[in-house]
DNA sequence: CACTGCTCATGACAAACGTCATGTGAGGAG
DNA sequence: CTCCTCACATGACGTTTGTCATGAGCAGTG
């Protein structure tokens, strides 16, 4: 039976302990190195290299995602996998294209988690049946990358034509792409809209 | 030495597993209830009447707080505590009002967190240091009772029309409110207000 | 090559919004 | 009792929006 060298990347030192210590009780995991932050997880990542990195999505300076997309460069041989609070379809989505090998919510035991990453390291993926479902029927994202960029840039509520000047485009044109994005979205005005690109992770 | 009874409550089965797991290692505290939501968390103190609560503050059904309000009527014996990811100034002034006894961010390590379960099961208070500065340096929230909820219709970009109808008042005056809102906070429209007091935890 | 879709623009109009002046009534503070 | 604040309202004003028509340049596809 081999070790499985596990790294584990959680801002929430409350649930990485725990966690740490859960795994720990695996005889066939063992918990290599931690880490608080996104650039903690690469350096311990490259320090340490584990077998399989656990990361959480959100965390300070860099979130897992892209600690994922670094990891697939630097060690290919390490798999990664994403443990999050919450499970929007476009994470997902984004997770899956930078390499991660599986994508769970917190809502899981312990048990299934080190399962998961025994899947994991055997080169399997996993992905939490009901965030897939949630993935599939939430579809892809109907706005054009212009129209994406111009409702982030609205996203805190800004006036056109802040907007507009950030965007380096006439007022006229982001009001045009607003406009489609809302009436893509189905929603009322821009705002409305920045809320539902939100819930569905397309933003 | 007497054993400290324990409700433990959180959404997220891997944290509350955890947690539940290093807890137990402590041999003056037990874990005696677990649940998952809030009026899940409530059944279950009537029904274990623990000495401590430990409540997330972001769950399904009804938040930490509420939670804390209703077992502070129901259960005055039962000392109650905040755990959460996202520790606003806001959220700290509520839950104190509601006489929880300690606001800790997930942070904390759980050998802490025991420490802190011992704490508030001796009757004394404890509040995380940061966000405590946070907290008095963010001040109390400038708007009056009206204004906030006007700005709470508005958070989820609903046009003054339904806002006025779901207040019943007139749409000038739920503009009005909008306007003294959102001057008070700095911001230039009230999306933007809707968000600086998202960010201070007065919604 | 024609067709389609994305990008970017302009101009115009109606609706929504922000702001201000002004007024009434209720309740607390002095 | 008076003063002040808050709640609520109206009307009016200019500004910011959402929406639409229209058009040009530029990619990719059949």
């Not at 966690?19 to 996104?38: M, N, Q, R």
């Not at 111009?150 to 509520?157: I, P, R, S, T």
Request: glycine fraction near 8%.
């Amino acid at each position: 039976m081999t070790t499985v060298r596990v790294l584990l990347a959680d801002d929430e030192h409350l649930i990485r302990g725990a966690l740490a210590a859960l795994l720990a009780l695996e005889d066939d995991l063992a918990v290599v190195a931690e880490a608080a932050t996104g650039p903690e997880a690469l350096a311990m990542a490259r320090a340490h290299r584990p077998d399989v990195a656990v990361l959480d999505l959100e965390m300070p300076g860099a979130d897992g995602v892209s600690v994922a997309t670094s990891l697939r460069t630097e060690l290919p041989g390490c798999r990664t996998m994403i443990v999050t609070s919450h499970g929007l379809p476009g994470h997902l989505k984004r997770a899956l294209a930078a390499g991660v090998r599986a994508f769970v919510p917190k809502t899981v035991s312990a048990r299934q988690l080190a399962g998961i990453i025994r899947t994991v390291h055997a080169g399997n993926r996993y992905v939490d049946p009901e965030l897939a479902a949630d993935a599939i029927s939430a579809g892809d994202s109907p706005l054009t990358a212009r129209e994406t960029e111009v409702l982030e840039l609205a996203a805190d509520g800004a006036p056109v034509a802040e907007i507009a000047e950030r965007a380096s485009l006439s007022q006229g044109t982001v009001r045009n792409y607003l406009s489609a994005a809302a009436s893509k979205l189905g929603a009322e005005n821009r705002h409305a809209a920045v809320r539902l690109a939100r819930q569905r992770g397309w933003v």
